[in-house]
């Protein structure tokens, strides 16, 4: 039983950061009708950006509540600024033209930056994996049993960050004037700028919006899993994608219900495949299936099959509204 | 949503692509501590062709730059210091010694060239090198056909010397460590329950594992969970929840010092107080740092320790660092030994050819190295001890040493 609980907060954790990438993704995607494969390297550097404020802040001020919030405002800051820089040089020159080229252009950014973050010359940190300070000072906030289930105080901060950013997603997409841009923006961009609707403000400020958020889901990460390396973005980027393309890209809600529907899905895969298909293995005598084998291999099969399966039965995913398409 | 299905593929095989990149396999230890400066000329000093009848030449290759440096630099460094006292001990046969160094630049193709090299310009009595498995892989086929003896000081990887019987090493292979933490865990610790957590992706993380799961289990041990992870995880804490609840008195984890630290982490995150115990795949300086206090109290397996209190390792490190400023990491030690035990096969030898040579390697028994007392068994693989370190206060001690 302690079990399940531990399992469901650990899934509930990992699923918060993959829905805070998640959000950056479905915003884009929802302004531009681009999946900016680039997101999750920009987290990268705003942890990067992070870990050089906590430094220079010193071990004594970074934990403060100062301290921290400034952590994260200097790297959303910074982060704002080099989605923008992206997005004016890297995908604007391209907007006319056919979505693959965009997308290809990503797929470089992605690289340039996660590659580029691996030289050891200037600024750039080199490949060697780092410790994430502590920002945030660990305490046990809920203890069951004899330490069997322990809840710490910044998996609660990070998991109530993300419902705050998801709600004032929603309020700005939803209830301003500068959402309704937005909308008019993801509509139709040419028919927008008719209209008045300065477009390529628009889009860059969307940009913006989403590095930043980057930024921040960035740095809960480092908080919870501390190593901080170049390639790390890759990888949450890729489960963050998944996420949002369960729930259905461009929706925002969608995004964050995917990315908790993915992280309890890894977890319990890994917590529980073992043991089922070991006591197969049992029931139908197969050795192969023996003490030595582990659930944790199905984890990735798991999270790709069911992003297929999605994509077979509700390409729209779970949340996504059917849109006709001109063939 | 066409694009968005090219998009999921393409992604996916991106991230295959990513996931499936190998690190260069470092056996011994990813540290770049102390390495000193390379003395003398690097890699190909201008000279090349066969010694004068006075001087026997020594080949090594090792990787003087690219992203194994450190290992070629500091292997070259205990190489040059042993050289440097046989010379002064006298040489061999009345000849002195000399060693030709090339760079690899850590690619297997260019150790291949520069062994290559060694062989029919340079005409080399022994060949030394190389650290990286894969390296000495691609040079051992060229030193076997050739019939010129080679010795790696640090490839662990089983596969090395099986390529023919011109082919040594001074150090273990990766089975032998995990036999080492199995007798130390279950005769030191006194641990009677151990779980696993092993590197899916990683052989020498496998090899570690069969051998600990079947010598625990032989000396009476019992292994209640094996949980596994990729490289390139950095939650673990579904397979750590798992093994909490399995209650284990131990936890083997024989990975790389880049997942380590965070594992500590997260073990500790969620309760476990079990003892962390792992293998040489720990050794760097930066191990404490990703781990922090989680990994106080924890063990591992290693070629060597500077804290060794014998007399001679003592010894070599007082000359090591009168030379070169820094205290010598296993790289070095095991260079040394490497270039020692050459030499001393060469004084026994009757000749200088390379069948002579050979047969003096294979009968080296009780050669006493610096990283651990040397016999060659049949299989060409040193029979010698393993030493157990234990991390604390984000310090390395040494506890004590394990003979096979």
């Not at chain 2, 290693?302 to 060794?308: A, C, F, L, T, V």
Request: net charge neutral; hydrophobic share 45%; charged share 20%.
């Amino acid at each position: 039983m302690n079990d399940l609980i531990q399992h469901l907060i650990n899934g509930l954790a990992a699923g918060t950061i993959y829905a805070l990438v998640a959000l950056g993704y479905t915003m884009v995607y929802g302004v531009l009708k681009l999946i900016n494969f680039a997101h999750g390297d920009v987290m990268m550097v705003g942890v990067y950006m992070g870990y050089a404020t906590a430094g220079h802040l010193g071990r004594e001020h970074q934990s403060t509540f100062l301290g921290a919030t400034l952590v994260f405002l200097l790297s959303m800051a910074g982060c704002g600024l080099l989605g923008f820089l992206i997005e004016r040089l890297a995908y604007r020159p391209l907007r006319d033209k056919s979505r693959l080229t965009s997308l290809i252009t990503a797929i470089g950014i992605s690289f340039t930056l996660s590659y580029g973050f691996q030289l050891d010359i200037g600024f750039l940190p080199g490949a060697s994996p780092r410790a994430f300070p502590e920002i945030i000072k660990p305490h046990e906030w809920i203890v069951i049993g004899d330490h069997d289930v322990i809840i710490w105080n910044w998996q609660v901060i990070s998991f109530l960050i993300a419902i705050l950013l998801m709600l004032g997603l929603q309020i700005l997409v939803f209830r301003t004037r500068f959402g309704r841009a937005m909308r008019a923006v993801s509509f139709d961009h040419r028919i927008a700028a008719l209209m008045g609707i300065p477009v390529d403000r628009v889009i860059a400020f969307t940009f913006m919006l989403g590095s930043a958020l980057a930024a921040g889901a960035g740095i809960l990460y480092a908080i919870k899993d501390t190593a901080v390396q170049p390639l790390m973005g890759l990888y949450v980027g890729l489960k963050a994608f998944v996420a949002a393309v369960i729930g259905g890209i461009g929706h925002v809600p969608g995004a964050v219900a995917g990315a908790i529907l993915l992280g309890l899905t890894e977890e319990f895969v890994v917590g529980y495949a073992g043991d089922v298909l070991r006591g197969l293995g049992a029931v139908l005598h197969l050795d192969s299936l023996g003490v030595g084998f582990t659930g944790s291999s199905w984890r990735d099969a798991v999270a790709f099959g069911f992003l297929i399966i999605v994509l077979l039965v509700r390409p729209e995913g779970i949340f996504g509204r059917v849109t006709a398409e001109k063939v | 949503m066409r694009v968005l299905r090219f998009a999921v593929v393409a992604l996916m095989a991106l991230g295959c692509a990513t996931a499936c990149e190998e690190r260069p396999k470092t056996q011994e230890s990813e540290t770049t501590q102390g390495t000193g400066a390379a003395t003398g000329a690097i890699a190909a000093s201008g000279e090349t062709g066969p010694a004068d009848a006075n001087t026997i030449l020594i080949g090594e290759v090792g990787s003087l730059t690219g992203p194994e440096a450190t290992f070629g630099v500091s292997t070259r460094n205990g190489i040059d210091l042993a050289i440097q006292q046989e010379n002064a001990a006298g040489g061999v046969k009345g000849k002195k010694l000399k060693v030709r160094v090339y760079d690899d630049q850590s690619k297997p193709e260019e150790a291949a060239n520069a062994v290559t090299r060694l062989i029919s310009q340079d005409r080399v009595a022994v060949i030394l090198g190389e650290v990286a498995s894969s390296n000495s892989l691609a040079m051992a086929p060229k030193a076997q056909a050739a019939q010129t003896p080679m010795i790696t000081p640090s490839s662990t990887n089983e596969k090395v010397t099986q390529v023919g019987d011109y082919i040594f090493r001074v150090c273990f292979i990766d089975a032998f460590q995990g036999y080492a933490m199995a007798k130390f865990a279950h005769d030191t610790l006194k641990v009677k329950t151990a779980a696993i957590l092993k590197d899916q992706k990683s052989d020498y993380s496998l090899g570690l594992t069969k051998v600990f799961n079947t010598k625990f289990t032989e000396f009476g041990g019992k292994i209640v969970t094996i949980e596994a992870y990729s490289k390139g995880d950095t939650d673990f804490r579904a397979q750590l929840t798992a093994i909490k609840s399995a209650k284990p008195e131990a936890l083997y984890i024989p990975g790389y010092y880049t997942d380590i630290g965070v594992i500590a982490r997260q073990a500790r995150e969620l309760g476990i107080k079990t003892i962390l115990l792992g293998g040489d795949g720990w050794e760097s300086p930066t191990l404490t740092e990703l781990g922090g206090s989680a990994l106080d109290g924890s063990y591992y397996t290693n070629h060597y320790s500077p804290e060794d209190p014998s007399p001679h390792v003592q010894q070599f490190i007082a000359e090591y660092r009168k030379v070169y400023g820094a205290v010598p990491d296993s790289l070095a030690a095991l260079g040394y030994d490497a270039a020692r035990v050459a030499v001393d096969a060469m004084r026994r030898a009757k000749d200088l050819t390379g069948p002579s040579i050979r047969d003096a390697i294979a009968q080296t028994k009780a050669f006493p190295g610096v990283a651990g007392t040397i016999s060659i068994d049949e299989n060409r693989n040193a029979v010698k001890p393993a030493v157990v370190l234990k991390v604390e206060d984000g310090k390395t001690k040494f506890v004590t040493t394990v003979s096979p």
